[in-house]
């Protein structure tokens, strides 16, 4: 007896899983992308490289510019990257800027008492750590308000750049340091290549990562976060930090460039990065917004409104308000767009 077999009929393929979709229009992909904040901050930076092409001509691109823009960006492109963390993680902190000018003193009198600099480099960096625990604790442990903790350490750090540093700062050139923040590669300066290197490894971080999206929950629903098993205090501890740290190398890297340290350095510059970021698309009033990149773009958009004003010897007091009009309407497209999703 002969059995009779069936064969199956074949389930259709879910189209909305296929990989082989037809791409969409390429003006669909076009304004797609300008959606996001990085789309935003993108254009705005189009439109800064125009003015600049038009207003001072091809020399605004010029390689010996661009190398001046490059190192002036440089620095606080990495702080601001390190920083943005914290941003994420829901917290500001303030203290940057001057945990920026404490680690250049540290490292820069240090240096000149002839300790050894990778040595001093490594105790500056440690210091930074402690500060970002100092803040951790009093902010995690009992649940003070980061503005408030921060704005302090800002105060008592900088009271204590102005203690260390009463007469004329000791020079400290290191050569090997100097070639790195003062050289170039390709065109390029090597410390703005190594703040674009430290950025993309903090996009890939953010945006994918288990690590990254942890930050991003507790920033954007902290109770949600605790509900799905994440050491809120523990992703906080360790943006503090790691906020912290950045700013003590930033300290480090203003010595090698600089050749020392004043007790003024670093001053106000918590609030140009964090303009500078809000710009690119992270938000301080609300964790889990942001992208790195859009920092980035943040913060060259700042650094090349600040070129043309320096090469077209404006006032550079408009640049605060160019910046800060700039700002309003990121905020304004920002809430527009719905000011809940993140790239």
Known sequence: MTTATTTPTPTPPNPGLLFDEP????????LSSFRGPVGSISFTLAVTLLVGLVWIGPE???????????VSVAIPLIVGVMA????????????????VGFGAVVFNQLVAAGLNPWLVALITILVGAVVGLTNAFVIV???????????GMLTLLRGLCQVIVVNAPPSTLIEPLYNVTQGALL?????????????LIAAGIVSKTRIGRKVQAVGGDDRAAARAGISVSKVRVIALVVSSVGAAIGGILYVGQLGSASNVLGTGLEFQIYAALMIGGYSITRGGVGNPIGG?????????????????????DYLDLIVAIILLVAVLVDRLRGGDAFE
């Open 60 to 70: 605004f691109l010029s390689p010996s510019n661009i190398q001046i823009v490059g």
């Open 23 to 30: 791409a969409l229009p390429l003006h669909r992909r076009i």
């Open 141 to 151: 442990r009992f649940g003070a308000e980061p503005l408030a903790v921060t704005l």
């Open 84 to 99: 943005s963390f914290a941003l994420l993680a829901g917290v500001v902190d303030l203290s940057i800027g001057s945990m």
């Open 296 to 316: 980035l773009l943040g913060l060259l958009v700042v650094a090349g409104i600040t070129n043309i004003l320096n090469i077209t010897f404006i006032d550079p």
């Open 187 to 199: 065109g390029f300066p090597t410390l703005l290549l190594i703040g674009i290197g430290v950025t």
